[in-house]
């Protein structure tokens, strides 16, 4: 499948580190698909709030929860979505270029608030099967009321912007080379652990399938 | 050592969930130590900007670094910088109590910009020894002209918030717990790896001791 590029905006035009930089949708849905956690940006009386909280998607748009009681989810506001994966320390001759292996998205727009029923009950499907897949079918579902009590936001994934940088440091070929320093990579991995039961749980209860075998994999 | 507790003001008061939050700075400073990442929001011609950036800190500042041409890195403008860990999934018995196990700080105010040289070089010491112990006193120091092209933010430890959730879901003494359903966490780890080295590297070129011995070690 070949899907359209990001369209360069002034808010998602790369103007520092534009090697980093890529227009590829497939990228974009990678770095989303790889976590379940964003910070969530919005302005409130003019001064920043970023704000840490779980996302889903489909292919059009991002989809944010909350509680209603919370400022950073009002809808129809400009917001901010940057979703970033650590892959290790860029350790170089120079401090100067030290940096970080990541992956990172960041998405713009106006969020709207779903208020359909069923549209929520969708885009809260694809936010819990997308943090556990397989999860919303073996939970209970929401009933009406803790469907009113829960906020969605859903972001066009139209603008967006992706950077990303791997590999070894970039004073490779330069003066430092010459230093006889060590230089290279130390790579951060994240893995799923062992389902850790709820005390207060039958001991007889059977961890699902589904979350079973999540152990072990790696995450991000 | 009693620290004072973190002052609760209109920004960092917590309006809901409050069993999450804390008000110990002690915590503050965990969360801190723990990561070398965090998010950086601004706000930019009216709408918010979310960039991850490294950091370090001492006692009183957290310590910001980028280029001298970004956009977030301007100084004396309002400024939000979070912090989150990710330790796994809360995973209910009902979709609505699902959940995710954090830690997470929040830190407000107006960055200042560090212009003076020693200053600002004992800044960038503290933000290279916060990601990799013992890496300044390894690694070439910057130039004048290196320092000259680094933007080093100086932020306020002074108002912060922090928020916590561990441990199983909240709904096995309700009603759903009657559902036979399995409930608990799943934990997320992140571990350092083996130390990649640079390719270009002479091959008789050993790893540094400080940075040999985090392979394996937990992170975050």
């Known amino acids: 499948m070949t899907l359209d590029p990001l369209p360069e905006t002034d808010l998602t035009r790369h103007r520092r580190l534009r090697d980093q930089g890529s227009l590829d949708r497939a990228d974009l849905n990678a770095i989303l698909d790889a976590g379940f956690v964003c910070h969530l940006g919005v302005v409130i009386e003019g001064r920043p709030l970023v704000v840490p909280t779980v996302y889903g998607r489909d292919d059009q748009e991002l989809y944010l ?67 556990t897949p397989g999860q919303w079918s073996y939970a209970r579902s929401p009933s009406r009321k803790e469907l009113a009590a829960t906020t969605l936001l859903a972001l066009s994934l139209e603008e967006a912007s992706v950077k990303i940088r791997s590999g070894p440091p970039d004073d490779g070929d330069g003066p430092d080379a010459g230093l006889g320093l060590w230089a290279g990579t130390l790579p951060l991995t994240s893995v799923w652990g062992a389902p850790v039961t709820d005390p207060v749980l039958p001991g007889e209860t059977p961890v699902p399938e589904h979350i079973a075998r999540r152990e072990g994999t790696r995450y991000a």
């Open 65 to 131: 929860h909350g509680s209603v009681a919370s400022r950073s989810l009002s809808g129809g506001v400009p917001v901010c979505v940057t979703v970033t994966h650590v892959d290790g320390l860029v350790l170089a001759r120079s401090v100067f270029e030290h940096g970080v292996n990541y992956r990172s998205a960041m998405i713009h727009g106006e969020a709207r608030k779903v208020t359909d029923p069923e549209e929520k009950l969708a885009g809260l499907r694809r936010l819990t099967d997308h943090a």
